[in-house]
């Protein structure tokens, strides 16, 4: 342990790889549950790390980067990679390997890799490296002793780590900790934890929530580019795109924050006259998404004579 004042100056110049989604010397699961693409967000961004491009444009120190995949075999990660409209040079290294592999035969290869100029390892997955003992995943203590070994591998190598895990089919749960399966000592002990939030595992937009102790969470909407199958932002339309009275609605509601009513109500309130209500409301309809990135929700319930609206505005939830 090293002692430090509160004027100790800390050198923060390299504390990223990519700016703030991974932290240099530090732990980071990738979490989802199977067949919900924790293998191709690896290879996008260990691929971007490695060729130093922006990652959903955050800023990406180019690093050495070893995947190390004992969920498939090589040949089918390299057709992956190669269906990526991302460059992939030969000095990213790949391990194949479809069993378990010792914690120690692991180390070897973290330590060989290191000397060579390697430091970010993505393991795929994390759950086949055995130890010295059986431990126990729902154990506290045992997962803390299990994280230890890892951390120890960080300071004795100067490395970090990327690794996949499985969470829990429990929809109900929606805490990104507790989506983990096993002892919640393992979402406690590492650094940062990268969510992935689909519904069906053929979804192409969807949500990385990404929590994190070392800077500020968020939540990075996405999408897969069908053409690339690349992740790219799934950015707010511009404003002149869109339908002229959901163009009137995107620009009255940062300052009316919510209005409630039916849609002749709603029609009043933002003094639109240039659709009837009636066909305002198919529109509103048509555009939820689009109102959605643009911080915009909108309920409705059905009421004895008219359906009621309730559209509430927050910027916290505009998409840029």
Do not use: W
């Not at 998404?289 to 309730?310: C, F, P, S, V």
Request: proline share 2%.
């Amino acid at each position: 342990m090293k002692a430090y004042t509160i004027n100790t100056e800390f050198d923060s110049s390299d504390k990223y790889i990519v700016d703030n989604i991974i932290a240099r010397k530090s732990i980071t699961l990738i979490v989802a549950s199977p067949k919900k693409g924790k293998t191709a967000l690896g290879l996008n961004l260990g691929i971007c790390i490695n060729e130093g491009i922006d990652f959903l444009e955050n800023s990406v120190q180019k690093t050495k980067v070893v995947y190390y995949c004992n969920e498939l075999s090589g040949k089918l990660i390299q057709e992956r990679v190669r269906r990526l409209d991302i460059p992939c040079s030969n000095s990213m290294k790949f391990y194949e390997g479809t069993s378990y592999i010792d914690f120690n035969d692991f180390e070897e290869i973290v330590r060989a890799d290191t000397e060579l100029g390697y430091e970010v390892f993505i393991v795929d997955t994390f759950s086949k490296i055995k130890y010295d003992r059986k431990y126990n995943a729902n154990d506290y203590n045992d997962t803390y002793e299990v994280m230890a070994k890892y951390y120890e591998l960080v300071d004795k190598y100067d490395c970090t780590f990327i690794m996949m895990y499985h969470t829990k089919k429990d929809s109900s749960v929606k805490s990104v900790s507790e989506k983990v399966i096993g002892s919640q000592a393992l979402s406690g002990a590492v650094d940062t934890i990268i969510a992935i939030d689909k519904t069906t595992e053929f979804d192409t937009e969807f949500n990385l929530d990404v929590t994190s102790r070392l800077f500020e969470s968020k939540v990075y909407q996405v999408k897969l580019n069908s053409l690339k199958k690349i992740l790219e932002l799934n950015k707010v339309d511009p404003i002149e795109f869109l339908e002229p009275s959901i163009q009137k609605l995107v620009q009255v509601m940062p300052k009316l924050k919510e209005i409630e009513g039916t849609i002749v109500d709603i029609c009043s309130k933002i003094n639109l006259e240039i659709e009837s209500p009636q066909q305002f409301g198919k529109t509103l309809n048509r555009n939820k998404e689009i109102l959605r990135k643009n911080g915009i929700a909108i309920m409705m319930k059905r009421g004895k004579n008219n359906n009621l609206y309730q559209i509430k505005y927050s910027s916290e939830d505009v998409i840029y």
